[in-house]
């Protein structure tokens, strides 16, 4: 089962920031926190990941709270391509794959 | 760049018949997962291989499911005796570092496999 926890769907207006909440009840010290996001008859993709500290790459933001049960992956500028399923995972030592949820479906708005 | 490629995309199986799913991974990539993922849920991870060796089949669903990655590169995902059930996408993914919990996955577009 999922280890985390997402909002089923989030709707935003394109070129405004969106906040995606995620949390992480059962995460561990020696888990990294990942977000992938998965456009409509793609394969998943990677979008950011991190283990304490805020992180910042040319896709997103990801804000991690100090008690670490909670991250935010910030899409600063909204566009229409955008639109995609998010799944945030926390994974470590144990299994070598993945855990996905069901993520949160992102609707844009135009 | 060239990412991971995956044949068939689209493959249609009366049950009972077998079928072989192929994935190419990107080049000199040492780690290989294979997912599966039913419509509207996300994918749910089957095998694992770091080179030619399958560290992990825990995910696999039942013994008619088998993995192979026999020089390290190209793997192929073989499901015999197909049935209704194993309707699904098969995401292929890979990674340059072995054991990459803390590294990104790079995946395929998926394999969409109907079982009639």
């Known amino acids: 089962d999922a280890k985390t926890t997402q909002p089923n769907s989030m709707e935003s207006n394109e070129e405004e920031p969106v906040h995606l909440p995620c949390n992480h009840s059962?995460?561990?010290?020696?888990?990294?926190i990942h977000w992938y996001r998965q456009l409509p008859s793609q394969g998943p993709e990677y979008v950011i990941h991190?283990?304490?500290s805020n992180v910042n790459n040319r896709m997103a933001s990801l804000a991690i709270a100090e008690d670490r049960k909670s991250s935010t992956l910030i899409l600063h500028r909204a566009t229409l391509r955008d639109a995609a399923v998010y799944y945030c995972?926390?994974?470590?030592?144990?299994?070598?794959?993945?855990?996905f949820g069901k993520g949160t479906h992102l609707i844009i708005q135009p | 760049g060239a990412g991971v490629s995956q044949s068939p995309r689209y493959k249609v199986a009366k049950r009972g018949q077998d079928v072989a799913l192929r994935c190419d991974p990107i080049?000199?990539?040492?780690?290989l997962f294979w997912y599966q993922q039913a419509l509207g849920q996300g994918p749910e991870f089957l095998t694992y291989?770091?080179?030619?060796?399958?560290?992990?089949k825990s995910g696999l669903p039942s013994d008619r499911f088998f993995a192979e990655r026999p020089e390290g590169s190209v793997s192929t995902l073989k499901i015999q005796r197909t049935q209704q059930e194993d309707s699904a996408v098969y995401l292929c993914?890979?990674?340059?570092?072995?054991?990459?919990?803390?590294?990104?996955?790079?995946f395929g577009p998926g394999t969409r496999l109907t079982v009639t």
């Open positions: 291989f770091q080179n030619e060796a399958q560290l992990d």
């Open positions: 059962t995460i561990s010290g020696t888990d990294y």
């Open positions: 993914a890979s990674s340059p570092r072995p054991r990459t919990v803390n590294y990104e996955q790079y």
């Open positions: 080049s000199g990539h040492v780690s």
């Open positions: 991190g283990l304490t």
């Open positions: 995972l926390d994974s470590g030592g144990g299994a070598d794959g993945l855990t």
